[in-house]
């Protein structure tokens, strides 16, 4: 299962990149807000490939760990509770992949705005910020659930 | 206007029709605001902003590819969740009564 830690260090550091590149150079008030705007867009789709790569690797190991959890299980007590200890250690990796998709979707609301010069390239930056801390928070929360296992 | 971004996010189950009820409390609170105020450009400036927001949202400009599949991504996570959870269960109690479905 390291194979989906590994796959979400490589996507996390990709979106992160690709914030880097539609950040930068909007500091130097080259690019045209449509350019910017593009950029934010391929980021945000980029994004969503990363998260949904994500949740596909923690759903394939979650449905590995459950049934591992009921093989190991002694009793149908003691099989109930660590499933149950389980899934409620689990509801931070579900939240974070709820605050991604969010926030992805939340960035891609933006890119209208931003086109038509209603909101600042800041704001769409902040969005995009949001997204690459959202995707962090994944990571986090899934090496630590694969780590601590039950 | 940092907290747009989540606002808009819990607009994504019905957009239009939220942006149209919205629309319509918008009205009330800008009447309300034009009765009250004493010439607050910061609050003039803060309805000014969600009304543009609105307008976008109301007029599906927004990027509806984008949104969609984040929903319908989302959704099938919580599904293939929700899925899995239950097989572990039948696979627990079958382990326990001697049932073998297969």
């Known amino acids: 299962m390291k194979r989906a830690i590994v796959t979400l260090f490589v996507l996390c550091a990709y979106v992160t990149l690709g914030y880097a590149a539609v950040s930068i150079p909007t500091g130097c008030s080259g690019p045209s807000q449509q350019h910017v705007v593009e950029r934010a867009g391929s980021v945000a789709t980029t994004a969503l490939a990363a998260v949904n790569a994500a949740r596909d690797n923690f759903l394939e190991w979650n449905s590995a760990h459950e049934l591992d959890i009921v093989d190991h299980a002694t009793s149908m007590e003691e099989g109930t509770r660590n499933l149950a200890e389980y899934r409620e250690r689990r509801q931070v990796v579900t939240a974070a992949f709820q605050a991604a998709y969010g926030a992805i979707a939340a960035a891609a609301a933006l890119l209208p705005l931003a086109e038509a010069g209603k909101v600042t390239q800041v704001m769409l930056l902040d969005a995009l910020s949001e997204v690459a801390t959202a995707i962090e928070a994944i990571r986090g929360a899934v090496d630590a659930i694969m780590e601590k296992k039950t | ?102």
């Open chain 2, 1 to 102: 206007m940092r907290t747009i971004a989540p606002s808009l996010a819990e607009l994504l189950h019905d957009a239009k029709l939220l942006a149209d009820l919205y629309r319509e409390a918008l009205v009330l609170i800008r009447k309300v605001v034009d009765r009250a105020r004493a010439g607050n450009q910061k609050v003039e400036h803060l309805l000014s902003d969600i009304e543009d927001v609105l307008d976008v949202v109301a007029d599906g400009r927004v990027d509806p590819q984008l949104i969609a599949h984040a929903h319908a991504d989302l959704k099938k996570f919580d599904e293939v969740l929700s899925r899995d959870d239950a097989t572990a269960d039948g696979v627990l109690r079958d382990k326990f009564s001697g049932v073998n479905n297969s």
